[in-house]
Nanobody
Framework: QVQLVESGGGLVQAGGSLRLSCAAS????????MAWFRQAPGNEREFVAA????????DYSRSVKGRFTISRDNAKNTVYLQMNSLKPDDTAVYYC????????????????WGQGTQVTVSS
């Protein structure tokens, strides 16, 4: 089992930045692809970004590409999401996910989920 704990969410003005962290504990998360999803009230869970275990290959949703950066530190069992140029539409609960997903954007491809961290962007 892998436990994932997100941190770093908060309230920020439009145009600002936040960095989310996701720390893994329990069974090592080596070998797992990692991703960030988000869910706004009344909406389905939405893919944000993914990073592979081996080559560290990354993928982003069209809505965040160029503004967000996903990275991982395998020695620290931590994955990050640097969010720049934030917009009110980025307001959501952000979830960290892990699994042997091959970089999939489908929530069902991930086995492990954190509890989420709220990001609120004011206009």
């Amino acid at each position: 089992q892998v436990q994932l704990v997100e941190s770093g969410g908060g309230l920020v003005q439009a145009g600002g930045s936040l960095r989310l962290s996701c720390a893994a504990s329990g069974r090592t998360f080596s070998g797992y692809d990692m991703a960030w999803f988000r869910q706004a009230p009344g909406n389905e869970r939405e893919f944000v970004a993914a990073i592979s275990w081996g080559r560290g290959a990354t993928d982003y949703s069209r809505s965040v590409k160029g503004r967000f950066t996903i990275s991982r530190d395998n020695a620290k069992n931590t994955v990050y999401l640097q969010m720049n140029s934030l917009k009110p539409d980025d307001t959501a609960v952000y979830y960290c996910a892990g699994g042997s997903s091959r970089g999939s954007s489908r929530p069902g491809a991930y086995d492990y989920w954190g509890q989420g961290t709220q990001v609120t962007v004011s206009s």
